[in-house]
């Protein structure tokens, strides 16, 4: 798939190099997506009854690597093809199937109208109703307070004349939790629809290709049918109906089948991520200051070691994410084909949507911390809008708070390593298990929760003898942080079982905890993630380089978090000091191969050009 669009390149639209004004900049994005429909890649992430050849792996790899070349038409096709097109796919039944050729081409451009003013990580608060009317057959979409103004909703202020509207379902005046709702917003012709009020959001950070709008609904009537009832329907007789019993386990598994937009927005940050890295780390070979003593040459920027430290380890980072995306996508894909069938498990579907939101909690702080550095490492050129770093700041800067925001996001996905503990705990007394059975259940966790069963493999060979390089010793150290970190989680959170405890002031006090064992959690199932991929590696010469680059990225990771292994006896004060002197080591040794690496992330040339970039011609 990254082949195709790497061919697909040359006849993409130019992506904008110059500061366009917003409705410009729209009109683009807009002719833009008229292009993406044209190379049929969305019809990849849809089933075949709606007209697609699901595909589920290939689109969001498609998608990604749009994120090379424009980040507003990324998300824009991401908010109509996977959000709204997966709402409908994913939520709806046959009854809403023939919309599948509309949207697949675009001719019915639509939105996805989650969050609202007052509601964005709780859901289920969400204050929009949709109320059965029995005597006209038909929902009425209501927005009963200010607050339920439907915010920052992709393709509302211009372009979109349908929304999927996450709404409470109320049904003989009894709540039935949030449902989604197919809800024209606009005719033909662009008018908003009777009783539905739209308002654009303004400028914005970045994105300004994509057009952020606000909606209001004041007693919206659309047919019972448009509400998108897989998992909650409503009869001809008016009777509400649905295959989940539990309000809560609904809830969760119908957001649970959304899960390819949290996945699209890793892989789009990643690339957004790598072309920065690509850009700085050329422009640092080819920039020269000052001359060393005795020398009349000038020294390259990347010669220097602080350079080195800045984009080596973010290159190695880089490669590590790659290859975790790739196994979220494939693992992704898997799930949604069982979904489609009818044959998936709850196991697989929950492991999938914990990871995802690890990876793209963990994908889009990276490339945020790794594009400012690279804007930095390229001084004043970097701050030119024609060399991209500072457009690519701005557009993937919101990439942390949408899609989930990162810290609720890594809380879910410590939340899910601590249900797995309680399960493990079995029959035990909750007390004999944190007094005698933790760290062993802890550890079993971990590696239940491995990607390819390399914690295990690899714990049994570990010493305390074993160099820094050895790959052995690297996981057994994320683990061994792991396995802690949820030990320590799962007595704390113990507390919240105790006689007239506070279960909410037990948990708040543990959040920080939360989080650290969440991205312990993520770094090991990154690290696994890589070593797997360079086992599955043909060729011996890459093999041999990215064996070093998974060395860097594991010994950059351990450098880190020097003070948690020391704090817990993991490290003495000398391993501690060899620690940094090994990742020195590393960068010197891959200085020679960094364009090699970065020209191996396979960029197309005409989504990567910048005025710097022109320097060696010069």
């Known amino acids: 798939m990254r082949d195709r669009f790497r061919e697909l390149g040359d006849q993409a639209p130019a992506p904008p190099r110059t500061e366009l004004g917003?409705?410009?900049?729209?009109?683009?994005?807009?002719?833009?997506?008229?292009?993406?429909?044209?190379?049929?890649?969305?019809?990849?992430?849809?089933?075949?009854?709606?007209?697609?050849?699901?595909?589920?792996?290939?689109?969001?790899?498609?998608?990604?690597?749009?994120?090379?070349?424009?980040?507003s038409l990324t998300v824009k096709a991401g908010v109509h093809w996977g959000l709204f097109g997966g709402a409908v796919a994913n939520l709806g039944t046959g009854r809403h199937h023939h919309l599948g050729a509309a949207i697949i081409d675009a001719t019915l451009p639509g939105c996805f109208a989650m969050t609202e003013t007052g509601?964005?990580?709780?859901?289920?608060?969400?204050?929009?109703?949709?109320?059965?009317?029995?005597?006209?057959?038909?929902?009425?979409?209501?927005?009963?307070?200010?607050?339920?103004?439907?915010?920052?909703?992709?393709?509302?202020?211009?372009?979109?004349?349908?929304?999927?509207?996450?709404?409470?379902?109320?049904?003989?005046?009894?709540?039935?939790g949030v449902h989604c709702v197919l809800v024209p917003i606009r005719d033909e012709q662009g008018n908003p629809m009777p009783g539905v009020t739209i308002s654009d959001c303004g400028g914005k950070g970045g994105l300004s290709g994509v057009d952020n709008g606000r909606i209001l609904f004041d007693r919206v009537r659309v047919p019972r049918t448009n509400l998108l009832g897989r998992y909650g329907d409503i009869d001809d007789q008016g009777r509400y109906h649905s295959p989940i019993e539990s309000r809560g386990r609904r809830f969760f598994t119908m957001l649970g089948t959304l899960v390819r937009g949290r996945i699209s927005v890793?892989?789009?940050?990643?690339?957004?991520?790598?072309?920065?890295?690509?850009?700085?780390?050329?422009?640092?070979e080819q920039r020269t200051q000052f001359q060393a003593p005795g020398s009349d040459t000038e020294i390259t920027l990347l010669d220097y070691r602080?350079?080195?430290?800045?984009?080596?380890?973010?290159?190695?980072?880089?490669?590590?994410?790659?290859?975790?995306?790739?196994?979220?996508?494939?693992?992704?894909?898997?799930?949604?084909?069982?979904?489609?069938?009818?044959?998936?498990?709850?196991?697989?579907?929950?492991?999938?949507?914990?990871?995802?939101?690890?990876i793209k909690a963990y994908a889009t702080a990276f490339a945020n911390d790794t594009i400012q550095t690279c804007r930095e490492a390229c001084g004043g050129a970097g701050y030119l809008t024609a060399n991209r770093l500072v457009t690519l700041r701005?557009?993937?800067?919101?990439?942390?708070?949408?899609?989930?925001?990162?810290?609720?996001?890594?809380?879910l996905v410590a939340k899910s390593l601590v249900t797995s503990l309680q399960r493990s705990f079995g029959a035990m007394d909750t007390l004999d298990v944190v007094r005698f059975g933790s760290r062993m259940v802890a550890e079993a966790v971990v590696e239940q929760t491995s990607i390819r069963g390399l914690v295990q493999r690899f714990k049994d060979v570990w010493s305390d003898r074993l160099p820094y390089t050895e790959r052995a010793e690297q996981l057994h150290l994320f683990a061994d942080r792991e396995t802690h970190l949820l030990e320590g989680l799962a007595r704390r959170l113990r507390r919240a079982t105790a006689p007239g405890a506070d279960a909410f002031?037990?948990?708040?006090?543990?959040?920080?905890?939360?989080?650290?064992?969440?991205?312990?959690?993520?770094?090991?199932?990154?690290?696994?993630?890589?070593?797997?991929?360079?086992?599955?590696?043909?060729?011996?010469?890459?093999?041999?380089?990215?064996?070093?680059?998974?060395?860097?990225?594991a010994l950059s990771v351990l450098e880190r978090h020097r003070a948690w292994y020391l704090e817990h006896d993991r490290l003495t004060p000398e391993r501690s000091k060899a620690l940094i002197g090994a990742v020195n080591d590393l960068c010197a040794e891959l200085r020679p191969h960094a364009r090699t690496l970065v020209e191996g992330f396979g960029i197309p040339n005409r989504w990567l050009g910048t005025e710097m970039m022109g320097v060696e011609a010069i």
């Open 306 to 358: 602080t350079h080195q430290r800045a984009l080596l380890p973010r290159i190695a980072t880089a490669y590590a994410l790659m290859f975790a995306q790739n196994d979220l996508v494939s693992r992704m894909h898997d799930v949604q084909v069982q979904t489609a069938d009818g044959e998936v498990s709850e196991a697989d579907q929950r492991a999938v949507e914990t990871m995802a939101a690890g």
């Open 119 to 176: 509601h964005g990580s709780d859901v289920q608060s969400l204050e929009t109703t949709a109320t059965f009317a029995p005597d006209t057959d038909e929902l009425v979409i209501h927005s009963p307070t200010p607050s339920a103004r439907k915010d920052y909703i992709g393709g509302a202020a211009r372009s979109a004349r349908m929304a999927a509207v996450f709404a409470q379902l109320v049904v003989a005046g009894e709540s039935e």
């Open 505 to 553: 002031a037990v948990a708040n006090a543990a959040q920080d905890h939360l989080v650290e064992a969440a991205k312990a959690h993520v770094e090991r199932n990154v690290l696994e993630a890589f070593v797997a991929g360079i086992e599955a590696c043909q060729d011996a010469d890459t093999r041999i380089l990215l064996e070093r680059v998974c060395d860097l990225y």
């Open 266 to 284: 890793a892989g789009s940050a990643g690339s957004a991520t790598r072309s920065a890295l690509e850009i700085a780390t050329k422009y640092a």
């Open 22 to 71: 917003p409705e410009a900049y729209r009109d683009w994005t807009d002719e833009a997506m008229r292009w993406v429909a044209g190379t049929g890649v969305p019809a990849l992430g849809f089933p075949v009854q709606m007209g697609g050849t699901g595909d589920y792996g290939a689109a969001v790899t498609g998608f990604e690597m749009l994120g090379h070349g424009d980040l």
């Open 394 to 411: 701005a557009d993937t800067d919101v990439f942390a708070t949408f899609e989930g925001d990162n810290t609720v996001l890594l809380q």
